[in-house]
């Protein structure tokens, strides 16, 4: 069982950037993917970016590619997902999911834990 908390949501103008982080508990964490995904109450739970297990291959949605950065910290169990020039779009619930099917998954079913998200909020 891992146990995934979000943090570092908040309010940033557009343009702007934010930096969230993911702290994991429980066993193995260096051998999960993990990934984030962001939620509207319009939309489905998005793919946003995913990292390996070993940090050394990274995905990212064609929406966030160039602005956004997904990073690793094993040694202290960490996450972390930088988002620069951020855009009113990128407004939403952002989670972090750990997974063990494949390198970097990029559908929702394929996580098998989940944090409770983070709010991200830009405004124009």
């Known amino acids: 069982q891992v146990q995934l908390v979000e943090s570092g949501g908040g309010v940033v103008q557009a343009g702007g950037s934010l930096g969230l982080s993911c702290a994991a508990s429980?066993?193995?964490?260096?051998?999960?993917?993990m990934g984030w995904f962001r939620q509207t109450p319009e939309k489905e739970r998005e793919f946003v970016a995913a990292?390996?297990?070993?940090?050394?291959?990274?995905y990212y949605a064609d929406s966030v590619k160039n602005r956004f950065a997904i990073s690793r910290d094993n040694a202290n169990n960490m996450a972390y997902l930088q988002l620069n020039k951020l855009k009113p779009d990128d407004t939403a619930i952002y989670y972090c999911?750990?997974?063990?099917?494949?390198?970097?998954?990029?559908?929702?079913?394929?996580?098998?834990?989940w944090g409770q998200g983070t709010q991200v909020t830009v405004s124009s």
């Open positions: 429980g066993p193995a964490f260096s051998t999960y993917a």
């Open positions: 999911g750990a997974s063990h099917k494949g390198l970097v998954p990029r559908e929702s079913y394929d996580y098998d834990y």
């Open positions: 990292i390996a297990w070993s940090g050394e291959i990274t």
